[in-house]
């Protein structure tokens, strides 16, 4: 398995800085330790729709039509018996359920030392993309699961690509590619049935890693216009940032502060504003989901219940970036917080 497929489970600092200075958040017994909620963005009617005692939920992305979602379950446990994202993505499953947290189902079931993480919703909500190694390389790969059949089939890419982060839009699909001769991850264009792709960034960076995670770029998002990518970069040791691709002139650029560590962003479907995950590692208080416009500017966070560490958000689709625009994102109870 590549390394590039755990950029999001070292992205969690907060947790990790938090279990340094001896501060464990809640007993395993907890029945909602992990959490999906869904809301809107103006911070109000915040609903719990899916938990687990001890195994993270995350990557939640809601239905074009609004009635389901999909997410990711992490199962491989540490020595405390919790399962989650720090600790890997062996043995992660993609589930479904509808909008509010019933008819919860198993739709990729997990298995000893394989994939199976971070759903995408196709066009027409009648499949799922994700990334998988199951292949004899155990390389990074896409695969697609047709809802109705429940049939699962890879994405060829040409030139063998060790492929992650899948996003389908319109036909086409942004995915992160890990180059091991260049040791670097860079985000690539392809259409959603595979084929010839097509690299958009090459950056050149220099500095040290973060655990196992190669510099450069992961989880990209093509915007609803189909003009521009978002993604996050690896900048060096605690080090993220996001960054705008235009398509067009292959111009890059840098949404973040000098030293940061911003994550997984999404764009909401009217290409307004961007929503991501921020830790603030001088005060973790400050840490949580953000807005900002997609040129940096204006950056608000997001008014949420404190006690919780928040990640993955993203926007309901067809719901434009006004203060009702309902949002959905995981949660993990954390007294510090």
């Not at 699909?173 to 392809?190: C, G, H, K, Y």
Request: with cysteine.
């Amino acid at each position: 398995m590549s390394s590039s497929m755990t950029p999001q489970a070292l992205l969690r600092i907060a947790t990790i800085l938090a279990t340094i200075a001896g501060v464990v958040s809640c007993a395993a017994a907890d029945a909602d330790r992990f959490g999906i909620f869904i809301g809107t963005l103006d911070g109000r009617n915040i609903r719990r729709i899916v938990a687990d005692p001890e195994r993270e939920l995350n990557h939640a992305r809601v239905s074009p039509d609004k009635q389901w979602i999909t997410f990711t379950r992490y199962n491989k446990r540490n020595w405390r018996g919790i399962a989650r994202e720090d600790g890997g993505y062996m043995e992660t499953e993609i589930m479904l359920a509808r909008i509010d947290g019933s008819e919860l189902q198993t739709l990729v079931p997990p298995r000893q030392d394989m994939v199976a993480a971070n759903g995408y919703w196709s066009d027409d909500g009648k499949a799922i993309f994700y990334v998988s190694n199951d292949n004899s390389a155990r390389r990074g790969q896409i695969n697609r699961i047709d809802l109705a059949t429940r049939k699962v089939s890879g994405i060829a890419l040409d030139d063998d690509l060790w492929a992650a982060d899948p996003h389908p839009v319109k036909g086409r699909m942004a995915i992160n590619v890990f180059d091991p001769r260049e040791n670097l991850s860079s985000i690539w264009l392809t259409r959603d049935t595979g084929g010839k792709a097509r690299r958009i960034t090459a950056p050149k960076l220099s500095g040290s890693r973060h655990g196992s995670t190669p510099l450069g770029d992961y989880d990209p998002k093509i915007s609803p216009d189909g003009s521009q990518v978002i993604a996050m970069r690896h900048m060096g040791k605690d080090n993220w940032h996001i960054v705008r691709i235009d398509l067009a002139s292959g111009e890059t650029v840098d949404l973040s502060d000098e030293k940061a560590v911003d994550g997984v962003p999404e764009w909401s479907s009217d290409g307004k504003k961007l929503i991501f995950w921020h830790v603030d590692e001088k005060e973790l208080g400050k840490s949580g989901l953000y807005t900002m416009n997609p040129d940096g500017r204006e950056r608000r966070r997001i008014p949420l219940p404190k006690g919780y560490f928040y990640t993955m958000p993203a926007f309901f689709p067809e719901e434009g970036s006004e203060d009702g625009a309902r949002i959905i994102f995981s949660a993990e109870k954390n007294p510090l917080l």
